[in-house]
């Protein structure tokens, strides 16, 4: 694992990339190092309490005094450590890294994909059939488990692979002071007491206290949630993994490696248990009842067996190979085929799936949480509008594009120049074009703080500066920015200028009529939604004195005007949001921003108030309801909004809405988000913004950021459940044919003869069935998947079960038996006669063979929907499936027709009469398929019930 900071490195600190190089991969396990010296485990930041529930210290608190004291001691002078010093801490200490994860390794996961429920069973049935004396039935077994178990590892270390790509390699330098000189050491190597050179751009090695504050403010946003940056100042607590937006300064540091804030919330979000996916419910579920189904049958024959008088040893044989011929070898690898399409669909539209079952999970989502800042936005802060004493102007412009137009009133272009001029000069934050192998893009990224990279970019739509030598008036003095005065002033070479929060600045102008005036312009850009910035200047001549404080340099002051920033919703949010609503799946917006910010973007995106009530819900996580039965009356509707929300919050938030009875969906970016991520049904990281420690504990990441991607993934998740009960439906018909001529032979006492054979049944299980399923797992999502709820059902329920063996089944099973019979007339048997034998009666199990291949044929194109007969499903949709049924033919011709093959199976090719009925399976399976569709139809519709939408 790296080390937890970045270096100097100027012009590299684009927040979407920032965060995730945080801190590499943690998933739990105790501290390797030992805590720095004078150093408590809870004087910064956050601490664990007995619950192992994280509690948030007061962001801007100052450390306590013995904490202060004992970092002061450590660091000496303003010299710093010396080398000395700092190697032998090094060496006791240990290095600043965070613990590696305790991970699985991958023989464990490897192995652990051939000891499932459902692999144990096929097992078991490969272990009776070597017992009971079928050989080849017990390698075909197990070559199923090894083929399947091989494929599911394969898919599962693809998506790990496909995640690693994402992180990127930490900074290998920091610059300390040691010996009262600067230098530059890897930030494993930072050790307590260091005094750590901070610049903007630079990234926090570990937790300290601030030595020196020079306008310094600190993106904290993931560890937080809070998008907007601190303002910090001598003695204030910073926290590793955060970085520097603007200013300078030095830090004390205090604490390392896994006693940092950082690893405390990513212990945290180890220590949260997953649940298991709906998928492994449900498939436990169909397992139970195959594998009871399949044991019943199994003692029911032996029964039977020994009722007609057969002998122990053939009467348990006979009901092993039935027990056997039951288990649906080929669902396990269509089941995880199908997840594999739906997750490579997924990676198609930018959702990139980390388990195979979270593909499933996200299709039964009923409620999404959802962070705003660049899943909801586009986190491109923007000027959308400016005040001058001319009037109001707009200004338009994509992101953080330097090139737009500004229109307003006449008269008002030299009043916006100066403002531009001036609130840039006031400004460190800068944009620059992104390159990528030394060749100029044509996208620009903010450097530094977002809002004056976007005081930037407004300048230049201005003054048409579109290249990157574009610099402003030198700064003589800066006074930073100050949470108690809410301004920040620099001093020119001919004038002081001031901007910050429009109460603060107005209230050191000179003009209150003209303060009046625009404290209404500030209310109609709040209205809108606008983050509101004020800016004033007055002149200053070089005979003047140098304001020696703040408070001399910031009076007196003339206003120049406002600036109404805007960090657009993305535009594919409006129809994100409506489909959802069409979908039934409620959409929460957690965030760590202010109440009033959080409602302006939730309004924009018209999200607030969309629960069927019309109130609109804003909430405040430090003022949630304690009664969790009270929190979740409040969040279960949609379009509620919850700021200043802390990790705690989000764990409980998910938890409230899971005992309701919500499939959960929780997205986040920063490391404050892992605990819920982990313990969401379904958790959905940043791939572009996010932090190493959410990925991890997410299933699914996002690699564009973008709130559609999820509605597009949780289409693909519906489509999936609906095409696993497709094979379901495929899988289990065959059963009910490969079952009836066994049912026929006990019912008869033994006097009628096998249509089929075990081996046979396994030949239907995996030699002509298992293309065509899993073609059925590939089928194309319809266009109304996503209309109305998620469905409420179990993979196999009532529906399915009597479609399945009432209606495509028996069709199978009566076609089958009667082409068996035709065969057996044909060779001169009547009713009451003595069976043919030999070559006759194996011709005769040929046409019974070839009827059910026949009849599954059919059965795999009834199956592509669960409403349409076949005539109006199309035969381009799903061109897998035509292929699956053309090898499948193939494949029928090489069993009965390749002599080796045939007389190993016990059957030979059919005669004509028999082949004839075998061929009229097509038919009657679809027309008994769409007679059944038809009387349904009419029934739900009498009923009121919703059509099937799966298909």
């Not at 910064?44 to 450390?63: E, F, I, K, M």
């Not at 660049?374 to 992101?399: C, D, F, I, Q």
């Not at 209310?523 to 408070?551: C, K, M």
């Not at 059944?932 to 009498?942: E, P």
């Amino acid at each position: 694992m790296g080390p937890l900071c970045r270096g100097r490195q100027p012009g590299r600190v684009a927040p979407g990339t920032a965060a995730a190089e945080a801190i590499g991969t943690f998933a739990g396990g105790a501290a390797s190092v030992r805590p720095c010296r004078r150093r408590r485990s809870a004087s910064y930041g956050a601490a664990v309490n007995g619950d192992g529930v994280l509690r948030s210290a007061d962001r801007g608190a100052r450390p306590r005094p013995d904490d202060a004291a004992g970092a002061a001691g450590d660091a000496g002078d303003a010299g710093g450590l010396s080398v000395v010093e700092a190697a032998r801490r090094l060496a006791a200490d240990g290095p600043n890294q965070l613990p590696q994860p305790r991970g699985r390794s991958v023989a464990r996961r490897f192995a652990a994909e051939f000891v499932h429920f459902f692999a144990l069973m096929l097992w078991v049935a490969a272990a009776l059939a070597f017992v009971a004396g079928l050989p080849q039935l017990a390698v075909a077994i197990v070559v199923v488990v090894v083929v399947n178990g091989a494929f599911a590892f394969a898919q599962q270390q693809r998506a790990q692979r496909a995640a690693e790509k994402l992180r990127q390699l930490l900074p290998a330098g920091v610059t300390v002071r040691r010996d009262g000189v600067d230098q530059v050491v890897a930030a494993a190597e930072v050790v307590c007491g260091d005094v750590v050179v901070l610049h903007a751009g630079d990234r926090l090695p570990a937790d300290g206290q601030v030595r020196r504050a020079d306008g310094v403010r600190v993106d904290e946003s993931m560890l937080t949630g809070e998008s907007v940056p601190r303002s910090v100042g001598e003695r204030d607590a910073v926290f590793g993994g955060t970085f520097v937006t603007v200013g300078d300064g030095e830090v004390v540091i205090t604490a390392t490696a896994a006693r940092t804030r950082l690893a405390q919330i990513a212990k945290l979000t180890s220590d949260v248990h997953r649940p298991r996916s709906p998928l492994a419910l449900e498939l436990d579920r169909v397992v139970r009842v195959v594998a009871s189904l399949a044991v019943g049958v199994g003692l029911s024959f032996f029964g039977l067996s020994m009722l007609i008088g057969a002998s122990l040893r053939d009467g348990f044989l006979f009901a092993v190979g039935v027990t056997v011929a039951l288990v649906p070898e080929g669902l396990l690898p269509t089941v995880t085929l199908s997840l594999a399409i739906g997750a490579q669909r997924m990676a198609a539209r930018h959702a990139l799936v980390r388990n195979l079952e979270a593909v499933e999970t996200l299709g039964s989502t009923t409620f999404i949480c959802t962070d705003k800042t660049g899943t909801l936005t586009r986190n491109e802060m923007s000027v959308e509008a400016v005040w001058t004493p001319h009037g109001m102007a707009t200004v338009e412009g994509v992101g953080y594009e330097p090139i737009g137009t500004v229109h307003g009133a006449a008269g008002h272009e030299a009043a916006v120049r100066e403002l531009a001029l001036d609130a840039r000069a006031c400004s460190q934050g800068r944009i620059r074009i992104e390159r990528a192998d030394g060749v100029e893009g044509a996208r620009w990224l903010p450097v530094g703080d977002p809002m004056e990279a976007a005081i930037d970019a407004f300048a230049r739509r201005v003054l048409g500066e579109t290249g990157e030598a574009f610099e402003p008036d030198p700064v003589l003095h800066r006074f930073g920015f100050d949470p108690q005065r809410r301004r920040e002033t620099v001093l020119l070479h001919d004038r002081i200028v001031t901007k910050g929060a429009p109460e603060a600045v107005l209230a050191a102008t000179v003009d209150p009529s003209m303060a009046a005036r625009a404290e209404t312009a500030v209310h109609e850009l709040a209205e809108r939604g606008l983050r509101v910035l004020a800016v004033a200047r007055r002149t200053h001549r070089d005979e003047d004195a140098t304001p020696s404080s703040a408070g001399e340099a910031e009076r007196e002051l003339e206003l120049l005007g406002l600036l109404g920033f805007e960090d657009p919703p993305r535009p594919e949010v409006f129809d994100a949001l409506a489909a959802c609503r069409r979908a039934g799946v409620k959409v929460a917006m957690l965030t760590g921003d202010h109440p009033a910010t959080a409602r302006a973007i939730a309004e924009q995106i018209g999200l607030l108030g969309h629960d069927g009530s019309g109130a609109a819900l804003v909430l405040d996580g430090a003022t949630m309801p304690a009664d969790d039965a009270v929190l979740g009356a409040l969040l279960d509707r949609d379009g509620v909004v919850i700021s200043r929300v802390a990790p705690e919050d989000k764990l409980r938030i998910t938890r409230v809405l899971q005992q309701r009875g919500h499939v959960v969906a929780m997205t986040g970016d920063g490391v404050n988000d892992g605990p819920a991520l982990r313990e969401a049904d379904i958790g959905v990281a940043m791939g572009r913004s996010g932090t190493d420690v959410a990925r991890e504990a997410a299933d699914l990441v996002l690699l564009d950021d973008n709130f559609a991607t999820i509605v597009a993934a949780i289409e693909a998740g519906r489509s999936t459940f609906a095409n696993i009960r497709r094979f379901l439906t495929y899988h289990l018909s065959d059963n009910v044919a490969e079952l009836t001529p066994f049912a026929v032979w006990a019912l008869s006492g033994g006097r009628f003869p096998l249509a089929i054979g075990v081996l046979q049944v396994l030949c239907l299980d995996i030699g002509t069935d298992l293309l065509p399923a899993l073609a059925l797992g590939a089928e194309p999502p319809p266009a109304n998947v996503l209309d109305g709820p998620p469905p409420r059902r179990h993979l196999v329920d009532g529906g399915l079960l009597r479609r399945a063996f009432g209606v495509l089944g028996a069709t199978e099973a009566l076609v089958e038996m009667t082409a068996f019979t035709v065969a057996l007339v044909a060779a001169g048997w009547r009713p009451g006669g003595t069976f043919p034998t030999g070559v006759a009666l194996a011709a005769a199990s040929g046409a019974a063979f070839s009827a059910v291949v026949l009849g599954q044929i059919a059965n795999a194109f009834a199956c592509r929907s669960a409403r349409r007969p076949v005539w109006r499903t199309g035969w381009r949709g799903n061109r897998l499936l035509v292929g699956a049924v053309a090898v499948e033919l193939v494949a029928l011709v090489g069993f009965i027709g390749v002599g080796p093959v045939a007389r190993l199976l016990e059957h030979r090719p059919p005669p004509l009469a028999g082949l004839l009925v075998a061929l009229c399976a097509v038919p009657a399976v679809w027309s008994a398929d769409a007679l059944h569709k038809h009387l349904r139809a009419r029934r739900t519709g009498r009923s009121g019930g919703v059509a099937d939408r799966s298909a």
